[in-house]
């Protein structure tokens, strides 16, 4: 089975920095990219930053840009995001996010992790 656990979600004051990590298992981990994405209250979820599987190619949403680096230690299968210079606007549920081939189809399936609360206010 597929598990993605995220962690490192907290409060923090604005311009504050935090380091969400996302532990996966159940599939190779190095063949896949990994996605961070954010829900703000009544807000559509969306894609905050994506890391190819090798690590080598990164993007990032216009509003995290300069502020917001994914990276992954494919050894330990888990993916990051460091997060700085954090704005009260940054303040969602963030969820790490693959998607797995299924079997040898052609086909993948979504999975997300729980998601980790991260709150930026004074």
């Known amino acids: 089975q597929v598990h993605l656990v995220e962690s490192g979600g907290g409060l923090v004051q604005p311009g504050g920095s935090l380091k969400l990590s996302c532990a996966a298992s159940?599939?190779?981990?190095?063949?896949?990219?990994m996605n961070w994405f954010r829900q703000a209250p009544g807000k559509k979820r969306e894609v905050v930053a994506t890391?190819?599987?090798?690590?080598?190619?990164?993007n990032y949403a216009d509003s995290v840009k300069g502020r917001f680096t994914i990276s992954r230690d494919n050894a330990k299968s888990t993916v990051f995001l460091q997060m700085n210079n954090l704005k009260p606007e940054d303040t969602a549920v963030y969820y790490c996010?693959?998607?797995?081939?299924?079997?040898?189809?052609?086909?993948?399936?979504?999975?997300w992790g729980q998601g980790t609360q991260v709150t930026v206010s004074s």
């Open positions: 159940g599939f190779i981990f190095s063949r896949y990219a």
């Open positions: 996010q693959a998607s797995v081939q299924r079997g040898s189809t052609s086909s993948y399936d979504p999975y």
């Open positions: 890391i190819s599987h090798g690590g080598a190619a990164t």
